[in-house]
């Protein structure tokens, strides 16, 4: 039998993958083409690359922010998005999608370990644990996921196996 703390890190496993209520990040940018990585979709501020930058580097706080207690983030909100007239190159791309999947993995080992007390606070942050961490970034990639495939659909960059 699964004690509770077991089942609680399997399901916040499948929280944080993606595929039961939301497609993966790596689904939604599957087959995304490169022409279309800097176009402003109709009525957005931002660009498919800046929306996947704003994926990663929250998530990337929120790592950094569990495992370093002298972490600091970055300024709201302007620090959690590219500059808005940054166009971005396909190694830049290719950097942004490395680093998310990246820290990604780095979230589940955290998740994994049994050491990890998941309900406990923060030695350096009072009510915040990494339970609260963990469903703050599913959360937020889970909507911002779900925006890339909307912008796709609206852009019609989604092949046409997909539509």
Do not use: C, K
């Not at 399997?10 to 939301?22: K, N, S, V, Y």
């Amino acid at each position: 039998m699964i004690d509770n703390e077991d089942a609680l890190r399997t399901q916040l496993l499948q929280l944080l993958r993606g595929g039961h209520a939301h497609m993966s990040l790596d689904a939604a940018v599957e087959d995304f083409p490169m022409t279309s990585i800097n176009r402003f979709p109709p009525e957005v501020p931002y660009t498919p690359w800046h929306l996947l930058e704003h994926v990663r580097i929250p998530q990337w706080d929120i790592l950094e922010f569990i495992r370093d207690a002298q972490h600091v983030s970055p300024e709201w909100p302007e620090g959690y998005w590219p500059p808005g007239d940054q166009v971005a190159d396909r190694a830049m791309w290719a950097e942004t999608l490395t680093r998310y999947r990246a820290d990604h993995q780095a979230l589940e080992r955290i998740v994994e370990d049994p050491e990890t007390d998941l309900s406990r606070d923060l030695p350096h942050a009072s009510g915040y644990s990494v339970l609260r961490e963990f469903l703050v970034v599913s959360d937020h990639n889970a909507y911002h996921i779900g925006e890339f495939a909307i912008l796709r659909q609206i852009m019609q960059t989604w092949p046409s196996d997909r539509a």
